[in-house]
């Protein structure tokens, strides 16, 4: 533990350790790994993030051994990133256009040092903006498959996600073999769940209480649904690690997609990679007959090429649909994770089935076979439901 502040004429809620700046109750150095990293990470922090009691920056600090954070005004930044040497091969996390998506990387493709935003997201923009050298950086991204939890601060996205759940993802995606990084997202989970369950501190100030924060349903849902297309997709059996990636090496195996403004429908098996046995084609609810016109992964990716318009918006509810769009190749169709949109405070969605039964939504007819069809007609209800829900809907339930 470090040094605490220990006036012994303030309150013993006031003392603090200086390590991972939390009240002595809530500290959790003795949590953080220390983390043999490879990639060189430079986290350039905006200065008024500096001294937040919930940042995540001062955790990775403390925790990757080949890191450097560097907190500064924009302008001081400019000029000392400017002045810098040039970084081997070096990548900037941040979203958005021409960013490439750190999972779709090869391993001769991946970046040796990473440079990453600290801040709000405006902040974050603000640097990106006014620091040129930024600019001229390769971009990479992240395709997160669920919110982050932390749930200190808000974020002004479902799937943003903080300084250390990004950090963390992205070298997760680049060496892969690094252990430690479990066991630092742990220390992040330790310390979010432990504010978050500790009582008021006594003698604190009573805020005034927000009204209920709306549901965060995209507005493309509550505009039209014309263009959204909902989708889901099957995977071949898992067979393993491969030794060049270090990633499974699941592919799609049936993929079902509908377009709800006009009805129209996509529907491919693909030849599968490995042997698919009974037991398993019988758990998706498919049998060898349903294989007998499967077609390539080139085929099928031709095929829902053609199929997608420039206006299409990608909807869906299970997790893995955003891996295999990743296989499938980049897209540039928004995408829309219906299972992060939080339906009631403090409540993580689960099964499908379970959360259309409990807001009581009548799925749609079964338009595709297999179990593929029945999600697929679940994703649709629940997208049609969420653009006529009232937005302060089931914000207390």
């Known amino acids: ?47 008024r993030e500096r001294f937040h009691p919930f940042n995540t920056a001062r955790i990775l600090r403390r925790s990757l051994r080949n890191s450097r954070t560097v907190a500064d005004s924009v302008q001081g930044l400019s000029a000392l990133f400017s002045e810098m040497p040039s ?24 970046p040796k040092s990473l440079v990453v935003l600290d801040g709000t997201w405006h902040h974050t923009k603000t640097l990106f903006r006014d620091i040129p050298k930024l600019r001229s950086l390769r971009k990479v991204r992240l395709a997160p498959n669920e ?47 432990k504010q978050l369950t500790h009582p008021k501190s006594e003698g604190s100030v009573r ?15 509550r505009d039209s649904l014309d263009n959204v297309v909902v989708l889901y997709g099957e995977t071949t059996p898992h067979s393993g690690i491969s030794s060049a990636t270090n990633s499974t090496d699941r592919t799609p195996a049936y993929w079902v997609a509908e377009r709800l403004g006009t009805g129209e429908r996509f529907e491919r098996a693909l030849l599968p990679v490995t042997a698919m046995s009974d037991s398993f084609l019988a758990h ?18 031709n095929d829902w090429t053609a199929f997608l318009k420039p206006t299409d918006i990608l909807a ?3 997790s893995n649909c955003s891996r295999l769009l990743s296989l499938i190749g980049k897209t540039d169709h928004p995408l829309i994770y219906l299972k992060s949109i939080q339906l009631h405070r403090g409540r993580k969605n689960g099964v499908i089935e379970e959360l259309s039964g409990a807001l009581k939504i009548k799925s749609t007819e079964s338009r595709f076979k297999g179990r593929a069809g029945k999600r697929l007609a679940s994703s649709i209800a629940l997208t049609r439901y969420l653009s006529t829900c009232d937005l302060h809907a089931g914000r207390n339930a």
């Open 284 to 301: 998706i609810e498919l049998s060898n007959s349903d294989f007998q016109d499967a077609v390539s992964i080139e085929a099928f990716r």
């Open 207 to 221: 805020r005034k209480l927000r009204p209920p924060a709306p549901l965060n349903i995209p507005k493309s849902l």
């Open 316 to 318: 869906y509810y299970f």
């Open 87 to 110: 970084l081997e091969n070096v990548a900037l996390l941040y979203p958005g256009d021409g960013s490439q998506l750190l999972e779709s990387l090869s391993e001769q493709d991946r």
């Open 1 to 47: 533990m470090s040094q605490l502040h220990s006036n012994s004429s303030e309150r013993d809620w006031r003392l603090r350790c200086y390590g991972c700046y939390r009240p002595i109750d809530r500290c959790f150095c003795n949590q953080i790994p220390l983390v043999d990293n490879q990639t060189h990470v430079l986290i350039l922090q905006h200065f």
């Open 147 to 193: 919110p982050s939890r932390y749930g200190i601060r808000r974020e002004p996205h479902v799937l943003f996600l903080s300084t250390l759940e990004a950090t963390v993802a992205a070298l997760q995606c680049i060496e892969p073999r690094t252990k430690g990084f479990e066991q630092l997202v742990a220390a992040f989970h330790f310390m979010v769940e």
